[in-house]
């Protein structure tokens, strides 16, 4: 008789299953817009250069015995911590200058999320949190599995326009209890791409102001968005300078291709600098008991890019190309739908920014595109933009 | 009229924003908050210090310590004789190998590639073994043996049918409290260590663990405990095995010195495969830090031995559910080079070596230590430090013989008398052998 005879079959995660039916599929015009990392116009994955040239550095340096593969700190790479936090905060954040900011390494942006709702959960007793309806998939596990346990949405997407329910958020908001971590994307919202403009920010840091709602910001594409690092950063820095207290969780899987090195930041933003030795103390138990300090390759990856000027300024070309990519994909797809008279409108698919589009699609139409003509997407209509190239862009439309 | 336009041109830092933003995005007044004085106190205030790490600590202090003869027992990690870290041969060997295959960074799979977890299970199972072949073993990659021992410790917290208790050795590894707890499982022990014979209190244990209630989980170093170093004899191993079945509790092995301890990876893994062998469907976790020095890379695996591959598929997917919320996906740059090192068979012999190699050190430092105590005149009884194995050493010394060494010596160790044979070489074991004995005559 087995321990676990009474282990159930849990249901496969959607996305992962979806890459392995598309795997499977045999229809020579498949194409794949579930899982969310870039592809080339010819449909590849890309290793950005500046992370080949990375990674021959690293290389060298192991011959030449400068680094090796021993331990890091727990709460990781120090100059790698640094750079991160100073790339989304900007170099002259007020919150830098003022020594009241810091970053703790973490397996990527999973591990960021789990990082801080696990210390928000033990050190500040937190029960409650919102996310957005519809969010990334995993954002309600994560926080659940660190102790959460009030998980409640906050309005977002409106289906009847394709668009962003703004009062909705700002009512849920207003009712939210106080002391409840809100979960924001920072920039290309996961799935539905619609960000707040800069006005709605402002209002939303007013309502969180006002029920002193706590700021867990999401940052997975930070530049990969815009194209920019400094605009994709403005929610962020907006909320700095308004003086909130806050989180941020910074994935490098997109934005530096280094989805299976694991390289994330956990940006720590706090009014008072003395409360950071106990702040980082506690952290330091928490990773501790779950991983005991992080893995080196990707962190390092990205500190020999953000260190050096040459490397720093060829990486923000690349991500240029990556986010240019999309856009331009964004305007064919948007520009063939209307030429074919397609049904509804469909401004949204330009109007949303970053790696992913809301189509609006029902689950029977997602159905239908996958089942009739092998087309893979989340039954929600969430396509992922990387997977449009030139070539199956008439297909796809 | 003042608006607040006019307050904010006053404030150099929101000055200071429009040129963190550029010129690409026209400047909006936007309402100004209350002053920050006014607002509540910070989040954080009830923030305690958390206690120090000990080992960490130990560290920190050899850091700032000027003695030029000074020596860090401290952290658990090899070093060569020159007290250098180490990469293995067959590591530099495997990276040049797959830096050449152009592989790319796309997400691995929740539970990492499913040919690593296969080479890990045989790995410590033995080539061949029947729970591969007949597919019901599930095998994630995690990070590394702490993050083997998290997975598995979320997972018995959730699933496991019996005692939701984990009976550790006492003592044992100072992290597995914080793993178990933190993951919601209580934490008990058993009798392990005897400090009279620096040795295995084999009837102790035994005695503890027919006490331990029932389909309780209890945990075992699979080879060279840590901290103490004392390993269980084989025909103790069999005799243990028999008792923790008839006691009916769930075995949870951690093998994180697999070569690393005698030199040979199929003598480190006998109580693992004497489990097997007696039925027990264990968990082990797996940690390729010190047998492959791949420390910071994170490399590690954690087996579920299942029932049949039905059972195993079931379980895969609960796992993969725990892991997904934990960090999405391993990191593979270590977990490649593992793979490389398994499948490729002149890597493997070379791997074999090396690890021979760093095993084969200690043993000889042990050996030394042992000689140089009985030099300095040491009427003492220290065979424990050539009966004990693997990266630690008990030493049996006192906390008051630890602060006194730390001191007079600049000789750095945990208060438990514990000491990392690695940190010992050729050229300082002899300065060690006189400071134990000044500070234990």
Known sequence: ?397 | MATCWSKMNKSSSILKRSSLLGQSIPWQPIKMGAPLSARASSWWSGVEMGPPDPILGVSEAFKKDTNPLKMNLGVGAYRDDQGKPFVLPSVREAERIIAQKGLNKEYAPIGGEPEFGRLSANLAFGQGNEIVSSGRNVSVQTISGTGALRVGATYLAKWFPGNKTVYLPRPSWGNHTPIFKQSGMNVDGYRYYDPTTCGFDFNGAMEDISRIPEKSVIMLHACAHNPTGVDPKDEQWKEMSQLVKKRNLFAFFDMAYQGFASGDVDRDAFAVRQFLEDGHNICLSQSYAKNMGLYGERVGAFTVVCKDKEEAARVNSQIKILIRPMYSNPPVNGSRIVSEILTNTALNKQWLEDVKGMADRIITMRQELKDGLANEGSSKNWEHIVDQIGMFCFTGMTPEQVEKITTEFSVYMTKDGRISVAGISSSNVGYLAKAMHAVTK
Not at chain 1, 108 to 127: D, I, M, P, W, Y
């Open chain 1, 1 to 397: 008789m087995s321990h676990f005879s009474a282990v159930g079959a849990a249901p496969p995660i959607e996305v992962y299953q979806l890459s392995r039916d598309c795997q499977a599929d045999t229809h020579p015009q498949k194409i794949n817009l579930g899982v969310g990392a870039y592809r080339t116009p010819e449909g590849k994955p890309w290793i950005l250069p500046v992370v080949k040239k990375a990674e021959a550095q690293l290389a060298e340096d192991i011959d030449a015995e400068t680094i090796n593969h021993e331990y890091l700190p727990v709460l990781g790479l120090d100059s790698f911590t640094s750079a991160a936090t100073a790339m989304l905060l900007g170099k002259g954040s007020p919150a830098l200058k003022e020594e009241r900011a810091f970053g703790i390494q973490a397996l990527s942006g999973t591990g960021a999320l789990r990082n801080g709702a696990e210390f928000l959960v033990q050190q500040l007793k937190k029960t409650v949190f919102y996310f957005s309806d519809p969010t990334w998939g995993n954002h309600g596990l994560v926080f659940k599995n660190a102790g959460f346990t009030d998980a409640r949405t906050y309005r977002y997407w409106d289906k009847s326009t394709c668009g962003f329910n703004f009062e909705g958020l700002i009512e849920d908001l207003q009712n939210a209890p106080e002391g409840a971590v809100i979960i924001l994307h920072a920039c290309a919202h996961n799935p539905t791409g619609i960000d707040p403009s800069q006005e709605q920010w402002g209002k939303i840091a007013d309502v969180m102001e006002e029920k002193k709602l706590f700021p867990f910001f999401d940052c997975a594409y930070q530049g990969f968005a815009s194209g920019d690092l400094d605009q994709d950063a403005w929610a962020v820095r907006f909320f700095v300078e308004r003086g909130f207290e806050m989180f941020c969780s910074q994935s490098f899987s997109k934005n530096f291709g280094l989805y299976n090195e694991r390289a994330g930041n956990l940006t720590v933003v706090v009014k008072d600098k003395s409360l950071i030795e106990n702040m980082k103390s506690q952290i330091t138990l928490i990773v501790r008991a779950m991983y005991s300090n992080p893995p080196a390759h990707g962190s390092r990856i990205v500190d020999l890019v953000l260190k050096d000027e040459q490397l720093y300024t060829e990486w923000r070309g690349s991500i240029k190309i990556m986010s240019s990519r999309i856009i331009e994909m964004r305007h064919g797809l948007r520009e063939r739908l209307e030429k074919l008279n397609t049904p509804g409108q469909w401004n949204h698919i330009t109007e949303q920014i970053g790696m992913f589009s809301f189509t609006g699609l029902t689950p029977e139409m997602c159905q239908f595109l996958l089942k009739e003509k092998h087309v893979y997407l989340l039954k929600n209509g969430r396509i992922s933009m990387c997977g449009v190239t030139p070539s199956n862009l008439d297909y796809l439309a």
